[in-house]
């Protein structure tokens, strides 16, 4: 099963070392860029290594967003990640 992502899902179980949890659920979960300079930049490295990992196993990959309009007050991950989920 496909899945689209922002960024809580995937750094809160990166942060309690369960994301495997979505490798058990999802064939793939796709994220736009802006999720995935927001996980780069997570302050725990042992989070950070687990999602790395989740990257390179091809778990987690980054899919381009066509032009998204702006959504109110959101951040721009959940913007991306919407725009995403509808095009998907």
Known sequence: M???SNTSPISNLASIGRLGLLQIQFETVLIPKAVADELAAHPD???RALI???FDAGLIQICGVNDSPVLGM???GEVETIALASGA
């Open 74 to 76: 959101l951040h721009a």
């Open 45 to 47: 490295p042992a989070a």
């Open 52 to 54: 790395q990992a989740a």
């Open 2 to 4: 496909l899945a689209v």
